[in-house]
């Protein structure tokens, strides 16, 4: 599967329900595995609300799957999509998750900071089902309305306070002119 917009937590178990013997890799970036001795710690499900900074509310949900590297095991192979399987199931019957939310993988060891990532493939090679993953990007969700982010049409900042409006100088117009005198013949 290469798919570049974001995978929910259905498509993502589909894939392993689809591959349940195969051994379950995951590649966090460019030839860099995660050790095959991992666990998954735990599986979370967040739902987010935002404001973004063109003033509109957001919310959408995500299912967090967090894996640890154990740094005194090692295993010449990873566990079985099986395994991940159950722990899925167990934590199904406490944690119902909801099955459209966006997947993201959390990891992190002593050489590759912590975060959370995307599915970005879900591979097959050999006896692995490979879960290749990309870090998120920002994106600025005004923008993707078709709004604008940085500054409006006129050159303002959207995103700053907005500055106290200059005070505008009246003038006696009548008092500097003689052509506005009553009977001056000028309004």
């Excluded at 599967?1 to 995978?7: G, L, P, S, T, V």
């Excluded at 894939?15 to 013997?21: D, E, F, S």
């Excluded at 591979?123 to 940085?150: F, H, S």
Aim: hydrophobic residues 40%; proline residues 5%; aromatic residues 6%.
């Amino acid at each position: 599967m290469n798919d570049q917009k974001a995978i929910n937590w259905m498509e993502f178990k589909e894939q392993l329900l689809l591959h349940p013997q195969l051994n379950l890799q995951f590649q966090y970036a460019e030839n860099q595995w995660v050790d095959a001795a991992y666990h998954i710690t735990e599986i979370k499900q967040a739902p987010i609300t935002s404001v973004d900074c063109g003033g509109k509310m957001n919310s959408w949900t995500e299912v967090i799957l967090q894996l640890w590297e154990p740094i005194d095991q090692q295993q010449d192979r990873a566990m079985q999509v099986n395994k991940a399987l159950s722990i899925i199931q167990l934590v199904e019957k406490t944690l119902p998750l909801n099955p459209l939310a966006i997947v993201k993988i959390e990891f992190g060891n002593s050489a590759f900071d912590t975060r959370q990532m995307h599915p970005n493939q879900v591979i097959v090679n050999g006896n692995d089902l490979i879960i290749d993953l990309r870090p998120d990007t920002v994106q600025c969700k005004a923008i993707e309305r078709g709004g604008n982010c940085g500054t409006t049409a006129t050159g303002e900042e959207c995103c700053v306070p907005v500055a106290a409006k200059p005070k505008i100088e009246l003038k006696n117009l009548a008092a500097t002119a003689e052509c506005c005198t009553p009977g001056g013949g000028c309004c």
